[in-house]
T-cell receptor
Framework: DADVTQTPRNRITKTGKRIMLECSQTKGHDRMYWYRQDPGLGLRLIYYSFDVKDINKGEISDGYSVSRQAQAKFSLSLESAIPNQTALYFC?????????????FGEGSRLTVL | QKEVEQNSGPLSVPEGAIASLNCTYSDRGSQSFFWYRQYSGKSPELIMFIYSNGDKEDGRFTAQLNKASQYVSLLIRDSQPSDSATYLCAALSSNTGKLIFGQGTTLQVKP
């Protein structure tokens, strides 16, 4: 089983619908991140959380919200999806102690907004 | 100007050749740099990191850092078709402590 699990892996939805992407991890890490990846734009940080009570905006947080339900769970919500939120979304985790810069990524959630 | 810039490619090299992937960054305070590899349809994985000026070698991979020129590179010797992937350069921001990724360079190694 993957250490960082994302659900759903693929989702097609319509403009205006609410969507939740879920991430859970078994690595025992305290830091969790949500990125989106678009062709030619690389990975851009949406939100990140260093522990259950800590939530921070990344560089492209508008139109998104997150919830850190537990140390192991971090969900990303699109309250009212729009077509330009069509992208590949990655959850990532890392520990804080002696951090080497290595992020552990989930397998990705491909979202299409029609 | 993007904080971390890479040529999107694709970079095409023949099998056995040296592939050279380049990256520039704008944050002079950045001290740590990373190369992630992403196969098509897969998630990124860390392959190299470098903190000090100069070269760092790991098998067929060599990372090079020149802080004065704000330049990072990844050399892949004896390139194999299995090296075909997108390579993401990342810098650790001195302001936020977060990784800033470039847009990635697609490498194609032709048999």
């Amino acid at each position: 089983d993957a250490d960082v699990t994302q659900t759903p892996r693929n989702r097609i939805t319509k403009t205006g619908k609410r969507i939740m992407l879920e991430c859970s991890q078994t690595k025992g890490h305290d830091r969790m991140y949500w990125y989106r990846q678009d062709p030619g734009l690389g990975l851009r940080l949406i939100y990140y959380s260093f522990d259950v009570k800590d939530i921070n905006k990344g560089e492209i947080s508008d139109g998104y919200s997150v919830s850190r339900q537990a140390q192991a769970k971090f969900s990303l919500s699109l309250e009212s999806a729009i077509p330009n939120q069509t992208a590949l979304y990655f959850c990532a985790t890392t520990g804080s102690a002696g951090w080497t810069g290595e992020l552990f990524f989930g397998e990705g959630s491909r979202l299409t907004v029609l | 100007q993007k904080e971390v810039e890479q040529n999107s490619g694709p970079l095409s090299v023949p099998e056995g050749a040296i592939a050279s992937l380049n990256c520039t960054y704008s944050d002079r305070g950045s001290q740590s740099f990373f190369w992630y590899r992403q196969y098509s349809g897969k998630s990124p994985e860390l392959i190299m990191f470098i903190y000090s000026n100069g070269d760092k070698e790991d098998g067929r991979f060599t990372a090079q850092l020149n802080k004065a020129s704000q330049y990072v590179s990844l050399l892949i010797r004896d390139s194999q078709p299995s090296d075909s992937a997108t390579y993401l350069c990342a810098a650790l921001s001195s302001n936020t402590g977060k990784l800033i990724f470039g847009q990635g360079t697609t490498l194609q190694v032709k048999p």
